[in-house]
């Protein structure tokens, strides 16, 4: 089962026959389509939904190292909203520490694809900067991708940011000590096909659990961000 969250997404003009130039034209309408994010289901086994919501484009902004900047570029860039969900292993499970114990999903949506593209760069050189992670190949997803790659204090850690049309996703998924890529990017492929023309159903309820630090709401733009 996936949920769907809506989002808006940019498309451009349509070109009609016409046996004299318009001066002028009414601009297409745009449709609304629905971005998957994942489910419980649909994440690696012994993962729990930590964090569902959205956020304001102040929390976003917050978590950046100059929210001020920052805000006005996104502003400049059309942000509309921020959805975010979190899974990680239950506090006191066992796990193996070759798994996945945590993934963080973060989706914006901008007023374009073009600027959907810009924030992606700025969000990804924002992280790299206060991250010891590599910039990686990314492989081919949505539009536009890039990734980041390397070791943290709590293990491996890959970071994929995806443009797909006027919508920016970020998945980051870590394990203690084996490699989360494959996983990683499969969720990525999951969420871009089931894409569809459909209204989506708002955020789900979540339980309380304890929160890592590391899978915090404030972690778009790094370790602790976008």
Do not use: C, K
């Not at 997404?9 to 026959?17: M, P």
């Not at 492989?139 to 049309?165: F, K, M, S």
């Amino acid at each position: 089962l996936l949920l769907a969250v809506p989002l808006l997404a940019s498309v451009g003009g349509t070109s009609l026959q016409v046996a004299t130039p318009l001066l002028s034209a009414s601009p297409s309408p745009v449709p609304e389509i629905a971005l998957v994010l994942p489910t419980e289901e649909q994440v690696p086994p012994g993962l729990v939904m930590i964090e569902d919501g959205a956020r304001s484009l102040e929390d976003v902004t917050s978590g950046f190292s100059d929210p001020a900047a920052t805000t006005e570029r996104f502003t400049a860039w059309g942000w509309q909203r921020n959805l975010i969900r979190a899974f990680h292993t239950p506090e006191g499970a066992a796990s193996d520490p070759t798994a996945i114990d945590g993934i963080y999903v973060s989706v914006h949506e901008f007023g374009t694809p073009p600027a959907a593209a810009e924030a992606l760069d700025y969000a990804l050189e924002a992280h790299a900067e206060a991250a010891t992670l590599a910039e990686v190949d990314a492989p081919p997803l949505g539009d536009y991708a890039r990734a980041l790659y390397g070791p943290l204090p709590y293990g491996n850690e890959i970071t994929l940011y995806v443009q797909h049309g006027n919508v920016l996703i970020r998945i980051s998924a870590s394990s203690p000590e084996g490699d989360p890529r494959a996983e990683a990017i499969a969720l990525v492929r999951t969420m871009l096909e089931h894409v569809s023309p459909d209204l989506g159903t708002p955020p789900v309820a979540v339980a309380a659990h304890h929160l890592p630090s590391r899978f915090s709401s404030h972690r778009d733009a790094g370790p602790t961000h976008t």
